[in-house]
């Protein structure tokens, strides 16, 4: 197989146009029709940066043949599927909901019923909520990166603008109920509310890719 065969297989695995990958390398999109259709090599700059924006080695680019080891690594590391991360994920996800729908009934219910100290609940509420979102943000700031699909930018730009519409209708609320009841003490829960529908938002993205995959 020659350069540009396995530069072409290489984007198609990664599941990229010309037009993206040229933007990546800085060319232009005809020079890498040129590198695939073997009209032309990448420039010894460029060896580098593709290797890079590939995985691979500048070994495997060259000759075809992976690098010791690297065989191995690649049968290790295709264990941990996409499908798997995203199922971790909503598993991480949909706990730590729990526990901010948990905190918020704690506390609606410790001070006027149970007649705890309001000082102690707050205390317990606050490490509750911090514990769920340490376990969300720990989660999404160790999963790897995939390529998304074109179906997957999609998506996620229809949360940003669904989460983006929540934020702005709980803020309305908040300060509606605030200067009706004058309870600012208390209305702030408002936002951890909204925190929480955003995540369940989350979650059903996630579990609707599941199931269609």
């Given at each position: ?18 037009e ?116 969300i ?6 999963m ?70």
């Amino acid at each position: 197989m020659n350069i540009g065969e396995k530069l072409f297989e290489l984007r198609k695995e990664k599941n990229l146009s010309q037009e993206e990958v040229a933007d990546k390398l800085n060319v232009s999109r005809q020079t890498i029709s040129k590198w695939e259709t073997n009209q032309s090599t990448p420039d010894f700059d460029k060896i580098i940066p593709i290797c890079e924006l590939f995985e691979i080695s500048t070994e495997e680019l060259l000759t075809g043949k992976k690098a010791e080891g690297e065989e191995v690594k690649n049968i290790e590391e295709s264990k941990v599927t996409k499908q798997e991360l995203r199922r971790k994920s909503a598993e991480v996800v949909s706990t730590s909901i729990f526990i901010y729908v948990a905190s918020v009934a704690f506390i609606m219910v410790a001070i006027p019923v149970l007649k705890m100290n309001p000082i102690i609940v707050t205390a317990i509420f606050l490490c509750a909520i911090a514990w769920a979102t340490a376990r969300i943000v720990k989660n999404y700031m160790s999963m790897p990166k995939f390529d998304k699909t074109k179906e997957e930018i999609k998506e996620e730009k229809i949360l940003k603008q669904i989460n983006g519409i929540v934020n702005t209708v709980c803020t309305v609320i908040y300060f509606i109920v605030s200067f009706m009841t004058m309870a600012w003490h208390i209305t702030w829960i408002i936002f951890v509310i909204d925190g929480l529908i955003c995540e369940i938002m989350k979650l059903i993205f996630m579990l609707k890719e599941k199931e269609e995959k």
